[in-house]
């Protein structure tokens, strides 16, 4: 297979949205013809097997698309503004503002509803199949996870949830970094790869009980509940309101949760919010107190002491190295 055919997959999208794309699977800037909306998809590739597309754009009215079986593909995609629905293998699928959606598609046509008058703000990531293969080999050169094995004989398969606190800090950073005219590939690629590690992370190889008691209706009510305390991770609910949440008692949660995550709630919850606080502090937008605020620790004192002890280092120090 040709790592390079997947680019197909994203011409396609773009032509259809009457974009003048110069190039078949190069770097540019595709603005939208005044007839159809306001802004600009801007395309990236900083490898020839890494496509990085980020829209920002309006249209004048609703608009729907359908796009043919193209490549086996990856995709990664963040919305941060804006609702898409999508049909893909039968099912109609929802993308909405702050969610995360990683997707395997392989001999599908898809067809997209975008809503007229509607701010849309996304980062899509694509890689082929052979690429994602490669990111899956451990260090012993086995592969324990494959393309086929998450597809499971279909043709498609999506995952989705709310987008993690350090996976936010990173997605606008690279729509910053978009901005600037100087940003090298190496450092698209370098914060891309990151998102990537975090997603195959979250939703390949955290969770995973296959020798489970666990039903697959629990599964999904413990992801919901790792969802909502990562919403509201300033002033997360108590074990029993989070249990009402979803539904399920919460010794349950309690024991589920640990089996899923290998952790307790809070000690999850714990380390996001620090994490958060570690990429906040990385930006060099925020001070210590505004760090520690945003992630919900009231006492600043108790905050440097737990992140001294999960980064080893005191979070003023860090603040002042950025």
């Given at each position: 297979m040709n790592t390079t055919d997947f680019h197909y997959n994203f011409n396609t999208f773009f032509d259809e949205l009457a974009l003048q794309r110069q190039h078949a699977g190069r770097t540019e800037h595709l603005p939208f013809h005044s007839r159809i909306g306001e802004g600009m998809i801007r395309r990236f590739v900083p490898r020839f097997d890494m496509e990085v597309v980020i829209s920002d754009y309006r249209l004048h009215r609703d608009r729907a698309i359908s796009l043919p079986s193209g490549t086996a593909m990856v995709e990664l995609s963040y919305c941060l503004q804006g609702t898409r629905r999508t049909h893909l293998a039968g099912t109609w699928h929802e993308t909405a503002s702050d969610s995360c959606t990683l997707q395997f598609v392989n001999d599908v046509d898809a067809r997209f509803e975008m809503n007229g008058d509607e701010d849309y703000v996304m980062l899509g990531i694509g890689i082929p199949v052979p690429t994602f293969h490669h990111f899956m080999e451990e260090g012993n050169g086995r592969r324990s996870i494959s393309f086929e094995q998450i597809l499971g004989g279909g043709a498609f398969r999506m995952f989705q949830e709310t987008i993690e606190?350090?996976?936010?800090?990173?997605?606008?950073?690279?729509?910053?970094?978009?901005?600037?005219?100087?940003?090298?590939?190496?450092?698209?690629?370098?914060?891309?790869?990151?998102?990537?590690?975090?997603?195959?992370?979250?939703?390949?190889?955290?969770?995973?009980?296959e020798s489970s008691k666990l039903s697959r209706t629990d599964v999904e009510r413990i992801k919901q509940a790792r969802d909502i305390m990562l919403e509201n991770m300033s002033e997360p609910p108590s074990l029993i309101e989070l249990s009402r949440m979803i539904g399920m008692n919460d010794y349950k949660l309690k024991v589920g949760f640990k089996e899923m995550y290998g952790t307790t709630v809070f000690a999850y919850l714990r380390g996001k919010r620090l994490e958060k606080a570690c990429l906040l502090l990385q930006q060099g937008d925020v001070n210590v107190n505004e760090a520690s605020c945003a992630v919900g620790y009231s006492n600043p004192s108790y905050f440097a002491e737990a992140f001294r002890e999960k980064y080893g280092i005191n979070p003023g120090e860090l603040a002042r190295r950025y």
């Amino acid at each position: 297979m040709n790592t390079t055919d997947f680019h197909y997959n994203f011409n396609t999208f773009f032509d259809e949205l009457a974009l003048q794309r110069q190039h078949a699977g190069r770097t540019e800037h595709l603005p939208f013809h005044s007839r159809i909306g306001e802004g600009m998809i801007r395309r990236f590739v900083p490898r020839f097997d890494m496509e990085v597309v980020i829209s920002d754009y309006r249209l004048h009215r609703d608009r729907a698309i359908s796009l043919p079986s193209g490549t086996a593909m990856v995709e990664l995609s963040y919305c941060l503004q804006g609702t898409r629905r999508t049909h893909l293998a039968g099912t109609w699928h929802e993308t909405a503002s702050d969610s995360c959606t990683l997707q395997f598609v392989n001999d599908v046509d898809a067809r997209f509803e975008m809503n007229g008058d509607e701010d849309y703000v996304m980062l899509g990531i694509g890689i082929p199949v052979p690429t994602f293969h490669h990111f899956m080999e451990e260090g012993n050169g086995r592969r324990s996870i494959s393309f086929e094995q998450i597809l499971g004989g279909g043709a498609f398969r999506m995952f989705q949830e709310t987008i993690e606190p350090s996976a936010s800090v990173i997605v606008k950073q690279i729509i910053q970094s978009a901005n600037t005219a100087n940003t090298r590939n190496l450092e698209l690629e370098c914060k891309v790869l990151e998102l990537l590690s975090l997603a195959f992370r979250s939703f390949l190889f955290e969770g995973r009980v296959e020798s489970s008691k666990l039903s697959r209706t629990d599964v999904e009510r413990i992801k919901q509940a790792r969802d909502i305390m990562l919403e509201n991770m300033s002033e997360p609910p108590s074990l029993i309101e989070l249990s009402r949440m979803i539904g399920m008692n919460d010794y349950k949660l309690k024991v589920g949760f640990k089996e899923m995550y290998g952790t307790t709630v809070f000690a999850y919850l714990r380390g996001k919010r620090l994490e958060k606080a570690c990429l906040l502090l990385q930006q060099g937008d925020v001070n210590v107190n505004e760090a520690s605020c945003a992630v919900g620790y009231s006492n600043p004192s108790y905050f440097a002491e737990a992140f001294r002890e999960k980064y080893g280092i005191n979070p003023g120090e860090l603040a002042r190295r950025y």
